[in-house]
């Protein structure tokens, strides 16, 4: 309701604006306890997520608000993406509303204070309960990028729930070369060799513009590495028709129009991987039936972003309690077995 009255003032403010507005609102909000457990809890690469809601990478890069993000109801809260050393992104403007399309565009380009400053908060909160997985990146201008990656993961490693290797924005230029079967497996070998043997599962976040070979040698190679989980997928730089006045700026597209595209590629993942390792949706999804339809085609989670943009903090609630029930009409005991049933 409160949103309601909100939204055109921030509608009216730039969206990074409005973005660092939010996140000043959430930093006094009152603290709310995390989810407990109930019936959509789901345990994923070890870890006991109280729901399958998450709150994607992008929203909180600096590690800034996970707690008040939690208390929003969300199950999981993955900050970053995080840089070994600060970066200011790309020239603005760089984030587009595209509200005729239920849609953003960003260019942003991986802009954070750094590895330091999120690790210092990091390590203040870490006797709270809730999940905070950590998406770590490379710097743009970085001369060794697998190096990057390792190190982050060696920082972060302590105080992450999960990581999650991020090589599909397409805001760093070069960075989605780092999906070919080879530069991966190097990428990979270097961040698992990093990790400490009672390290956090490392999750890999791939791209929706995938081609079917793409997406069976990664799915391979996520095998054969033994990896926590596939996050299925981030922004598009493919352009479905769309009517906003931004429309044609560049960037990586997500929202709405992505849903379709999101949802197809999670069901290639799932018939590559033969349900053998999970994967967490992402892309278009605003709704419980979103969120319902991703989990039957494969899905052990979904997270969000760009749809709470258009629907306020409320959301992640809402699509609890519309799972709750989604799960009951449809007969399953548990989220589990939903998971890949349509």
Avoid: C
């Amino acid at each position: 309701m409160l949103f309601r009255f909100a939204r055109p003032a921030l509608f009216a403010l730039d969206p990074e604006v409005a973005h660092r507005t939010t996140i000043a609102a959430l930093k006094v909000s009152p603290s709310r306890r995390p989810s407990s457990p109930g019936a959509l809890a789901i345990e994923i690469a070890g870890l006991r997520f109280p729901n399958p809601v998450g709150m994607a990478a992008g929203f909180d890069k600096d590690a800034e608000v996970p707690d008040a993000l939690l208390g929003l109801g969300f199950g999981s809260v993955e900050v970053g993406s995080i840089t070994p050393l600060p970066q200011p992104g790309n020239p603005k403007p760089r984030l587009f509303r595209l509200p005729q399309d239920r849609a953003v565009i960003n260019r942003m380009g991986f802009n954070n204070g750094g590895a330091a400053a999120a690790e210092a908060r990091l390590r203040q909160r870490k006797r709270r309960s809730g999940i905070v997985g950590v998406n770590i990146g490379a710097n743009k201008d970085s001369t060794d990028r697998v190096a990057d990656y390792a190190l982050l993961t060696r920082r972060f490693a302590p105080v992450a729930d999960y990581l999650t290797v991020n090589i599909s924005s397409p805001n760093t230029p070069g960075l989605r070369a780092l999906q070919d079967e080879g530069a991966l497996i190097a990428l990979l070998d270097a961040v698992l060799e990093a990790r400490p043997m009672d390290g956090p599962p490392v999750f890999l976040k791939v791209a929706p513009d995938l081609e079917p070979t793409d997406v069976d040698a990664i799915a391979r190679i996520a095998l054969e590495k033994r990896l926590g989980g596939l996050i299925v997928s981030n922004t598009t730089i493919s352009r479905p028709p769309l009517s906003s006045r931004d429309a044609g700026e560049g960037g990586g597209l997500s929202g709405a129009p992505l849903r379709d595209l999101a949802q197809t590629r999670l069901r290639d993942f799932r018939r590559a991987t033969g349900g053998a390792i999970p994967l967490i949706g992402v892309g278009g999804i605003g709704s419980a039936e979103d969120a319902w339809a991703r989990i039957r085609a494969g899905a052990s989670m979904i997270q969000l972003y760009s749809a709470m943009v258009y629907e306020g903090p409320g959301l992640a609630r809402r699509i609890v309690r519309g799972l709750e029930e989604l799960m009951r009409r449809d007969g399953f005991a548990t989220l589990a077995d939903a998971v890949g049933s349509e």
